[in-house]
């Protein structure tokens, strides 16, 4: 399948009879490696199956998912912009899917459809494989929207020292730190939040952190979420930048570098998220015969 031809953005299950039909869902969508990616997995594991692409208009995403849905479809990966029209598609969420207020995979199970999110499980394999220590970490999240709140959860359950949200709206933070609070004391992580301006006075940050995940759309537009200045309170030759753009050196991956600091693009996590989804539709049973990491060395290759 080629996906830059645009006959090929509008997935029917019912051109596939006899197998089991995926796809993901986004606008715009022809970019999307999920394809390739579970192409990979379903080889690996000897699985029939097969993956296609999805773009609805914007105002249509729940005409082309019902649609999708009755025609055979088994499960669906959902992108930017869709993840709120698919919590609300959903008839059912799970705990993590709920905490994140958006929906990245939808499977259907005795007529009813189920949503998840995959993000954050994602994120947390991917610097789990990469070395990074996040038991008794400090780490600072730069954002406060919907990629933060997908990947809250998961950060917090690893138990680190600290989690700073830090974000241009002090008030979007703060309404994340309210969110998650509970979930936080369970794992007692001192939980907080600050502006983005706090991040440039070394008075008010005296501590360095350990990981630095950027979780704002900053890179998709060469710039960074930080100022030279912060970047040069926040990066320590001991620290690790996680962007979770992929496939370029983003400017905040930049600025880390120039400090001597460790850095990722968030291919990874794209790759684990959708490992993640793989296994809620063809079966856990199946954790073993599927590859990840060696998926994302061919991607990066």
Not at 52 to 76: H, I
Not at 117 to 139: C, E, H, K, P, Y
Not at 186 to 210: I, K, W, Y
Not at 270 to 283: K, N, S, T
């Amino acid at each position: 399948m080629n996906p830059a031809h645009s006959n090929d953005l509008h997935t029917d299950p019912a051109q596939f009879p006899g197998v089991d039909v995926y796809a993901v869902a986004g606008n715009p969508i022809s970019h999307s490696k999920s394809p390739t990616i579970h192409a990979r997995f379903a080889e690996q594991s000897k699985q029939k199956i097969h993956y296609g692409l999805l773009q609805p208009a914007l105002d249509e995403f729940k005409a082309v998912a019902t649609s999708f849905f009755a025609n055979g479809g088994k499960g669906m990966n959902v992108t930017v912009p869709f993840k709120l029209d698919a919590q609300s598609f959903a008839d059912e969420l799970t705990a993590r899917a709920q905490l994140a207020g958006a929906v990245n995979t939808l499977h259907i199970e005795n007529g009813k459809i189920f949503g998840d999110n995959t993000d954050g499980a994602g994120l947390v394999r991917d610097l789990l494989a990469q070395g990074i220590q996040l038991q008794g970490s400090r780490i600072l999240l730069l954002g406060a929207g919907g990629a933060s709140r997908g990947v809250l959860g998961p950060l917090l359950a690893q138990s680190p020292k600290a989690l700073l949200i830090v974000n241009r709206s002090h008030s979007k933070a703060d309404e994340l730190v309210r969110l998650f609070s509970p979930l936080a004391q369970s794992h007692q992580v001192s939980l907080q939040a600050a502006n983005l301006d706090a991040l440039e006075d070394p008075n008010r940050m005296p501590t360095a952190f350990d990981l630095i995940i950027n979780a704002t759309a900053a890179g998709l537009s060469n710039e960074s979420a930080l100022s030279d200045l912060a970047a040069s309170h926040i990066f320590t030759p001991q620290s690790f930048a996680y962007d979770m753009v992929y496939g370029k050196v983003t400017p905040l991956m930049q600025q880390a570098l120039h400090r001597g600091a460790r850095v990722s693009d968030g291919l990874g996590m794209l790759v684990e998220q959708a490992a993640d989804a793989f296994l809620i539709w063809r079966g856990a049973h199946l954790t073993e015969a599927i590859n990840p990491r060696a998926v994302l060395a061919e991607l990066r290759a």
